[in-house]
């Protein structure tokens, strides 16, 4: 297990992952465009079926936000809309070394966003500008009390880049709050809304790429291709200690994701919606004077409806259409059980 503090996160901009996960021996985050279609690699396991990797997509790990799964029930993990900014924390387990994350051969990679200072308020306001038209604002207000915790986030970025057509927008909203509901009881509630628009300039040679040729892929600039993709994140979390050997943290969670992306010849459009849950019950205690046991038995489910719709036209004469209307439903259920003496 490898562990990213806010320190790790803002080593660079702060703005995206790659260049504080990458540090990590062994973890290889790479993406379509400088802020968009990011996947991760981890111990060199990314599975393909067709001989080359699928395009930006998440395959053979699990990716969890304040123990929401990011990661849909069929196993693929959009990182489009997550805003890495306001993350407090990153920890990435390489190969599947706790099932207390489905065991994904490449192995999990759970995110925390960034909680208040206790027993403050504030209000802070900050812009980031950089090289090809990069602006970024964040605008965050946040109070902590004795007994709970509210943060809101509101986030916009652009960028030019220095190839024609591939810029990008990009707007975060972020609700996250703690409520101290007993002397043993806390809840906790997390929402996100989200739009990201990529535009894509296509495949051009490596000779053109490194000498930063402010060239485009004709194919790609004639269909206006792009990625466009609007979301919202919901959880809410009870953890819940009966004493001082006894504990249980549950949460409940929703997702729903619409994309749509032009490519070089044709469209496809997906409307998707995850929701289920996670529970897990977690004993620690002493075995005699010098041993100690901890252990976490839980499950989960979750439930994926996607919606697929779109075009593929063969880049050769005739130019047939190949329309695609494709309905898909998954179920992941697990149980998990580990113990550490």
Same mark, same amino acid.
């Given at each position: 297990?490898?562990?990213?503090?806010?320190?790790?996160?803002? @080593?660079? !901009?702060?703005?995206?992952?790659?260049?504080? =996960?990458?540090?990590?021996?062994?973890?290889?985050?790479? !993406?379509?465009?400088?802020?968009?279609?990011?996947?991760?690699? %981890?111990?060199?396991? *990314?599975?393909?079926? !067709?001989?080359?990797?699928?395009?930006?997509?998440?395959?053979?790990?699990?990716?969890?936000?304040?123990?929401?799964?990011? +990661?849909?029930?069929?196993?693929?993990?959009?990182?489009?809309?997550?805003?890495?900014?306001?993350?407090?924390?990153?920890?990435?387990?390489?190969?599947?070394?706790?099932?207390? *994350?489905?065991?994904? =051969?490449?192995?999990?990679?759970? &995110?925390?966003?960034? @909680?208040?200072?206790?027993?403050?308020?504030?209000?802070?306001?900050?812009?980031?500008?950089?090289?090809?038209?990069?602006? @970024?604002?964040?605008?965050?207000?946040?109070?902590?009390?004795?007994?709970?915790?509210?943060? &809101?986030?509101?986030?916009?970025?652009?960028?030019?880049?220095?190839?024609?057509?591939?810029?990008?927008?990009?707007?975060? /909203?972020?609700?996250?709050?703690?409520?101290?509901?007993?002397?043993?009881?806390?809840? !906790?509630?997390?929402?996100?809304?989200?739009?990201?628009?990529?535009? &894509?300039?296509?495949?051009?040679?490596?000779?053109?790429?490194?000498?930063?040729?402010? =060239?485009?892929?004709?194919? *790609?600039?004639?269909?206006?291709?792009?990625?466009?993709?609007?979301?919202? %994140?919901?959880?809410? +979390?009870?953890?819940?200690?009966?004493?001082? @050997?006894?504990?249980?943290?549950?949460?409940?969670?929703?997702?729903?994701?619409?994309?749509?992306?032009?490519?070089?010849?044709?469209?496809?459009?997906?409307?998707? /919606?995850?929701?289920?849950?996670?529970?897990?019950?977690?004993?620690?205690?002493?075995?005699?004077?010098?041993?100690?046991?901890?252990?976490?038995?839980?499950?989960?489910?979750?439930?994926?409806?996607?919606?697929?719709?779109?075009?593929?036209?063969?880049?050769?004469?005739?130019?047939?259409?190949?329309?695609?209307?494709?309905?898909?439903?998954?179920?992941?259920?697990?149980?998990?059980?580990?113990?550490?003496?």
């Amino acid at each position: 297990m490898a562990v990213l503090t806010k320190q790790d996160l803002d @080593r660079a !901009s702060g703005l995206s992952l790659e260049s504080s =996960i990458n540090t990590v021996p062994g973890v290889f985050m790479q !993406s379509r465009t400088p802020w968009g279609g990011a996947r991760i690699t %981890i111990r060199g396991y *990314y599975p393909s079926t !067709s001989g080359n990797s699928p395009n930006s997509n998440g395959l053979g790990y699990q990716v969890f936000l304040d123990n929401i799964p990011i +990661t849909d029930a069929t196993g693929t993990t959009v990182l489009d809309d997550i805003d890495y900014s306001t993350l407090g924390g990153v920890e990435v387990i390489k190969g599947p070394a706790s099932s207390l *994350y489905g065991s994904a =051969i490449g192995g999990a990679v759970t &995110l925390t966003a960034a @909680r208040t200072t206790p027993n403050q308020t504030s209000i802070a306001q900050q812009v980031l500008s950089g090289s090809n038209g990069l602006v @970024r604002t964040n605008t965050t207000l946040q109070s902590a009390g004795e007994n709970g915790d509210v943060v &809101l986030n509101y986030g916009h970025q652009t960028y030019d880049s220095f190839r024609p057509h591939s810029g990008s927008t990009k707007d975060y /909203f972020r609700a996250t709050a703690d409520v101290q509901a007993g002397g043993n009881q806390t809840l !906790s509630a997390y929402f996100s809304y989200n739009r990201s628009f990529e535009d &894509l300039a296509g495949e051009i040679d490596s000779t053109d790429f490194y000498g930063r040729q402010a =060239i485009a892929n004709p194919a *790609y600039v004639a269909n206006n291709s792009h990625i466009r993709v609007t979301s919202f %994140i919901t959880g809410v +979390t009870d953890q819940y200690r009966f004493d001082d @050997r006894f504990t249980n943290q549950t949460t409940v969670f929703g997702i729903g994701r619409q994309s749509g992306q032009p490519f070089a010849h044709g469209f496809t459009d997906v409307n998707q /919606f995850n929701f289920g849950a996670r529970t897990a019950f977690g004993y620690s205690g002493k075995l005699g004077d010098s041993s100690s046991v901890n252990g976490t038995l839980g499950a989960s489910i979750q439930r994926s409806n996607l919606t697929s719709n779109g075009v593929f036209i063969v880049p050769a004469p005739p130019f047939p259409e190949r329309p695609t209307d494709q309905e898909n439903y998954a179920v992941a259920t697990s149980l998990f059980n580990e113990w550490n003496f």
